[in-house]
């Protein structure tokens, strides 16, 4: 399967640190091939600098999310944040609801997260959202039975959800 240049660097750097695969020049043909077997293996992976996560739904086995940038408030005022590479640039999030394995979810220092569906989610133990500047609406959280480890902060939730079912559901991954 053929993938983008910014996916590929980071599933052949998770694949070489395993040793599944050998290093290669970016230029070399074969690196931004893979196989679904490699793919399959891969379980976790961490974007930094990313313009888009459609291609993620070639991770079958994918259980761990981590989209981070750098903090927002750290950056130089002056600087033109669409031309910032500390900073994730996914304007589309609406393919995490199609990763039904995943299990941990974090999405730290976002500017263009508005909306996140968590409706397929149901395997999701751990959510981390932290200072997301535009994310206002979670869909599916009150839903989650499996969570166990929640933490929320510097979002500017506008939402509403059954915040009683949530605690309901949260308690129940102690069980």
């Given at each position: 399967m053929l993938l983008s240049y910014e996916v590929s660097i980071t599933a052949n750097s998770v694949l070489v640190k395993n040793g599944m695969r050998p290093k290669m020049s970016i230029l070399d043909n074969r690196y931004r091939n893979f196989t679904d077997e490699e793919l399959a293996v891969i379980e976790h992976l961490e974007?930094?600098?990313?313009?888009n996560i459609e291609?993620?739904?070639?991770?079958?086995?994918?259980?761990?999310l981590v989209i981070k940038s750098s903090n927002y408030n750290d950056i130089i005022p002056d600087v033109d944040y669409r031309?910032?590479?500390?900073?994730?640039h996914i304007e589309n999030y609406e393919q995490l609801s199609n990763l039904s394995n995943l299990e941990e979810l974090v999405i730290e220092n976002d500017l263009y997260i508005e909306k996140l569906?968590?409706?397929n989610l149901n395997?999701?133990?751990?959510?981390?959202?932290?200072?997301?500047?535009k994310l206002t609406t979670i869909v599916g959280l009150e839903d989650i039975e499996t969570l166990d480890d929640v933490l929320m902060y510097g979002n500017p939730f506008s939402c509403k959800f059954n915040i009683n079912k949530y605690a309901q559901n949260t308690s129940l991954a102690y069980r």
């Open positions: 974007l930094n600098n990313y313009t291609e993620l739904v070639h991770f079958p086995n994918l259980k761990s031309e910032c590479t500390a900073i994730n569906d968590l409706t395997k999701l133990r751990k959510l981390h959202l932290i200072n997301n500047a």
